[in-house]
């Protein structure tokens, strides 16, 4: 009888570790938890997947001559980005303070040599989670080269994204992310990347429009996307990736894990929707270019906030944010600086709403603090993201255009990046000024 009272309780504690998500060994190391393991694996391969995503959604959006250039961008950011984060980028983004918490440092990270058999607490390999984050890490540089599409030499970039990668995104990360990052210890909210990804390329590309000129004959000269068709497949790669980039940020398979799909869903949604209503009131038909658009708005204003917020708090911020990218679309056309593709006007526009409205819709108990100081520390996360960002990239986006050069010559820029650059043709077609 003492016996299986005995077999019982253990079988019940049994049950109650498993249920708790992570399970412990006898020395008390935590072991693999196979459900979220296979959830945060699942989650890196969507991030990824987000990278030929925005290599098509660019590459349908630039003229014929360009294509191939403009999508090696992004692929090129899968290569360089990569190999620096393996050698150093997750040590200064995760490890502990140095420099005066500038940025982290872990030898056990540097070339992730310490972590071949490194179980986290969540029940995930390491391995696992410094590939996640390492997709972000490649992603933000890639993004920023939507603003100046079309008129800059590949070396010059290769340059410029690794020296980004490397003393902008990484200790920008760690103040974010890392647990004595000054932002984290300020109890700033940036779920997914909002002040870490999306504002730092949205300045960044600000810097390099205004830095680097418009194109040759911009805004005269009419330069029509070479194909929306894979513009609209490559929005829909990035929306479905949104889904890793999200909800894996939760670093769990449980219930944070489902409300910030649910939310991703909701704002990306709700976003499309306001910019198709918009559209249809000022023009009285709907274009692609604008449903995907609204699509990028609504996703990258959830990015901050998506564990934070509920559904209906989700629709009020993508719905929002499609407005103020419109806005701020139509002011860069007022203004006439040529940031090609609208990094500032999608990412950094929505992005800071996102991180600043969440304040006003947060989940009740998101927060111990009042709403107007939560509001304060949003605020100043946004500050120190575009500051940080903008007046680091201006320096890097200088020293490389006076040392190897950063800007296609009039001559290279009127035959394309194609031909110039790399010696190809996107399509085989003769006209390639189109």
């Known amino acids: 009888m003492l016996k299986s009272k005995l077999a019982a309780v253990a079988a019940v504690f049994v049950a109650l570790l498993c249920s708790t998500g992570t399970v412990f060994a006898a020395d008390g190391t935590p072991e693999v938890d196979t459900g979220t393991t296979a959830w945060m694996l699942t989650s890196t391969g969507l991030v990824l997947l987000m990278v030929p995503g925005l290599a098509m959604f660019y590459g349908g959006l630039v003229r ?177 990736g949104w889904f890793g980039f999200n909800a894996g940020s939760s670093v769990d398979s449980g219930l944070v894990t489902a409300q910030a799909l649910a939310v991703t869903q909701v704002a990306a949604a709700a976003g499309a929707l306001s910019w198709m209503i918009l559209e249809g009131i000022l023009y009285k038909k709907v274009t692609t270019l604008g449903f995907v658009s609204g699509v990028l708005a609504g996703l990258v204003a959830i990015t901050p906030a998506a564990g934070a917020v509920q559904p209906w708090g989700a629709l009020i911020l993508g719905m929002t944010a499609s407005v103020l990218c419109y806005l701020a679309i139509e002011m860069k056309n007022k203004l006439g600086y040529d940031d090609t593709l609208d990094v500032f006007g999608i990412h950094g526009v929505a992005a800071i709403w996102g991180a600043i409205g969440l304040t006003f819709v947060l989940r009740p108990g998101t927060i111990d603090v009042s709403m107007l100081h939560q509001l304060w520390v949003q605020i100043e996360g946004c500050l120190v993201s575009l500051g940080y960002a903008g007046i680091m990239t201006f320096i890097l986006v200088v020293l490389v255009d006076k040392t190897i050069g950063f800007r296609m010559s009039p001559e290279e820029e009127m035959a394309g990046m194609d031909q110039t650059l790399h010696s190809e043709r996107g399509y085989g077609m003769l006209n390639l000024n189109s």
């Not at 990804?197 to 830095?211: D, K, N």
């Not at 040759?216 to 497949?233: D, S």
């Open 64 to 240: 014929t001559k360009n294509v191939l250039g403009t999508m090696m961008h992004s692929f090129a950011a899968m290569a360089i980005v990569g190999v620096i984060w393996m050698i150093c980028g997750y040590s200064m983004s995760f490890g502990s303070n140095v420099l005066g918490g500038w940025c982290g440092w872990n030898s056990d990270y540097f070339f992730l040599k310490g972590i071949d058999t490194s179980i986290m607490e969540a029940g995930i390999p390491e391995y696992v989670f410094a590939m996640f984050q390492g997709k972000f890490a490649i992603i933000t540089p890639a993004l920023i080269a939507g603003a100046f599409a079309e008129r800059v030499r590949f070396r010059g970039y290769c340059v410029f994204i690794a020296l980004w990668s490397l003393l902008i995104y990484n200790p920008l990360c760690h103040w974010v992310w890392a647990e004595d990052g000054f932002l984290f210890q300020k109890g700033a909210i940036d779920f997914a990347g909002g002040t870490v990804i999306h504002i730092s390329a949205g300045a960044a590309a600000l810097v390099c429009a205004f830095y680097l000129g418009p194109r040759r004959g911009y805004p005269k000269t009419a330069m029509h996307p070479n194909n929306l068709v894979m513009t609209l497949i490559g929005a829909g790669f990035l929306w479905v």
